[in-house]
């Protein structure tokens, strides 16, 4: 979920920073002064949609640095952990055929990784202190493998091409409520009301919060996908091994809080249908398990 997290949270910043600009130069009025013009507007939001999301994937390595602290392993200054962490990162990224990523520790007490980069042969690959510190080596090594495989399957991009697109129909339909509202309802004739700006700016946050399940869809998908790599990696058993320690930590909410897991995975444990669970980033702990128990192919 870091991963996830980090890149919505730029994208969003980027795209309200980019349409409170063009609302101050009087940009936006260019589309709606005789009218809305649809189509000419639906260009505009797609090359500022596609722009914002570009945009967050560009930044998405520094801001996860910045945001976890993360802290880029020296060789020169490494611990024996941690020059192990570089050298499995290292086979691993060999196997299945990308670039050696920068790989980085992060200092929280809970379980967690990450992995991201705009470019599979310059990414970053971060694990939690407290991960290093207590799971065992072949645990880490199905850990790093399940990011390795994120960037060796283009996640990172395929998500921002999914993302620019939202951003440009959220960007649209915003703008076309705005203009209704301001036209029809508050039948205001002279450019942009405040009716237009308000309803602009709350559809733009309420549709972004819609389309983000959207977004976690493609990401539970993703994650299945990931675990299938890490154990076509390092066998099946290992990534379950992973899984279960995983999972044995998030039902024990006194010593392991759940807001940040191993892979960002949150608690998804509860059975049947919740609202919130179009929210998650990650597929329920006992789902991913089953599906690797289901894992034939073979090992590196």
């Not at 795209?15 to 507007?41: C, H, N, P, R």
């Not at 998405?60 to 910045?66: C, G, Q």
């Not at 299945?96 to 379980?111: K, L, S, T």
Request: charged residues 15%; contains cysteine; hydrophobic residues 50%.
């Amino acid at each position: 979920m870091l991963r996830i997290l980090l890149f919505l949270a730029t994208n969003i910043a980027v795209i309200a920073l980019a349409s409170l600009t063009l609302w101050l130069l009087g940009v936006e009025s260019y589309f709606t002064s005789q009218g809305i013009d649809f189509k000419a507007l639906l260009i505009f939001c797609l090359v500022f949609g596609m722009s914002g999301s570009i945009i967050s994937l560009l930044l998405s390595k520094p801001m996860a640095k910045w945001a976890t602290h993360t802290r880029v392993i020296d060789d020169r200054t490494a611990d024996m952990k941690e020059a192990r962490l570089v050298e499995t990162v290292r086979q691993l990224a060999q196997q299945a055929n990308i670039g050696m990523p920068d790989v980085g520790v992060f200092p929280a007490e809970q379980a967690n990784a990450f992995a991201t980069g705009w470019n599979k042969n310059g990414a970053l690959v971060s694990i939690s202190r407290g991960m290093l510190d207590r799971y065992s080596e072949g645990e880490i090594r199905a850990v790093l493998a399940h990011e390795i495989s994120h960037v060796a399957n283009g996640d990172m991009v395929t998500l921002s091409l999914i993302q620019g697109v939202i951003n440009a129909f959220v960007m649209f339909l915003a703008r076309a409520i705005g203009f209704v509202i301001d036209r029809v309802v508050l039948k205001n004739e002279n450019g942009h009301g405040l009716g237009y700006v308000v309803t602009v700016f709350v559809c733009q946050i309420v549709l972004s919060i819609l389309a983000s399940i959207i977004v976690m869809w493609f990401s539970r998908k993703r994650e299945y996908a990931a675990d299938s790599g890490a154990a076509y990696l390092v066998g099946a058993p290992l990534m379950i091994s992973a899984l279960a320690h995983l999972q044995r930590e998030s039902e024990m909410p006194d010593e392991m809080p759940a807001s940040l897991n191993a892979f960002g995975i949150s608690e998804g444990k509860r059975e049947g249908f919740s609202l919130a669970k179009l929210f998650t980033s990650h597929p329920p702990l006992d789902k991913r398990i089953e599906a690797l128990q289901n894992f034939s192919a073979p090992v590196y």
